[in-house]
């Protein structure tokens, strides 16, 4: 059983798009690997920006990620956390005077893990480092633990993966900029003592970086991990003028990926 947690360069990079493509190569595209169907669990520990519908809060991400797992989750075990706002999701969080946890994250976790299912992948949220808030010291008098500067002690996301040690692919959204975040973000994960196993390069955007494949072959040098996919950027309407779905765009995407080295 291999259990992985997508993080990217940023919000926006595609972290839900290959999430879903790294699941339909698992579910349909790769099962000469391990000649059989893998079961794939998917787990998106928080949300913010969802609809309501019929009383219960329904992330965009958490209804993709359903929608190509295959452990007949439901979206809210998919995504028990979840905000309307789209902000930032302890801002979210404290306007309605909750805190997000790292153990209510790691119960829920660990609820999907029991699935068992040979594959668990878990979404990020935003970036590497995304706050949880300050660590209280317990939430009946909810006093802010201070540091050394006497600031407010924070936790991450970040701090959860540590805690579970969950293997990490770091999708780099292709654009004027990326050099910087993929290697700040792959030297943080590293530093957290986690290991980066892989790395994607995923065109999120309609609009080409300029020097696209020099700026890859940078990152390919720089980075000690394999690149297991170059992902281009695939337009809601074809060449020939049809509809491309996001199903369309999935399958075409997973077929892709390189997953021999996320199953060693
Ligand atoms: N390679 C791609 N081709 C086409 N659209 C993409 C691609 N990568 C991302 N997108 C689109 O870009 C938007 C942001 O991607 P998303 O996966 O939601 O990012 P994140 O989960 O990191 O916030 C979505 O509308 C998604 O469908
Ligand atoms: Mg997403």
């Known amino acids: ?3 992985f947690f997508v993080t990217a360069t940023d919000t926006d990079a595609g972290k839900t798009f290959v999430s879903c493509a790294i699941i339909r190569a698992f579910t349909h595209h790769h099962n000469t690997i391990t000649n059989k169907v893998m079961k794939v669990a998917a787990y998106k520990p928080i949300s913010a920006g969802c609809e309501l519908i019929d009383g219960q809060l329904i992330n965009e991400d958490a209804k993709l990620l359903s929608e190509f797992a295959n452990c007949d989750q439901s979206i809210s075990h998919i995504n028990p956390i979840a905000f309307e706002q789209p902000i930032a999701p302890h801002i979210a969080a404290k306007k309605q005077n909750e805190q997000i ?3 209510d994250i790691k119960i829920n976790y660990l609820q999907v893990k029991s699935l068992n299912a040979d594959v668990t992948l878990v979404e990020g949220a935003g970036g590497w480092r995304l706050p949880l808030g300050p660590v ?18 924070y936790q991450f996301l970040s ?16 654009k004027l900029g990326c050099l910087n975040h993929a290697l ?9 003592g986690l290991n980066c196993v892989a790395w994607i390069a995923n065109c999120a955007s309609s609009d080409p970086m300029n ?3 020099e700026n890859i072959f940078e ?20 060449e020939e003028g049809n509809d491309v779905s996001y199903l369309e765009k999935i399958n075409r995407t997973a077929k892709k990926i390189n997953l021999s080295v996320l199953m060693k």
Not at 162 to 172: C, G
Not at 187 to 192: G, K, S
């Open 184 to 192: 700040l973000t792959y030297e943080t994960i590293t530093a957290d």
């Open 159 to 174: 701090d959860f993966v540590k805690e579970t040690d969950l293997e990490v692919i770091l999708i780099v959204n292709m």
């Open 136 to 153: 209280s010291t317990s939430s009946q008098n909810n006093s802010e633990i201070k540091n050394e500067d006497n600031k407010p002690t």
């Open 1 to 3: 059983m291999k259990q």
């Open 211 to 213: 020097n696209l494949s």
């Open 219 to 238: 990152l390919e040098k720089i980075l000690p991990i394999p690149k297991i996919a170059q992902l281009d950027f695939i337009a809601d309407v074809d």
């Open 101 to 103: 946890t790292i153990a």
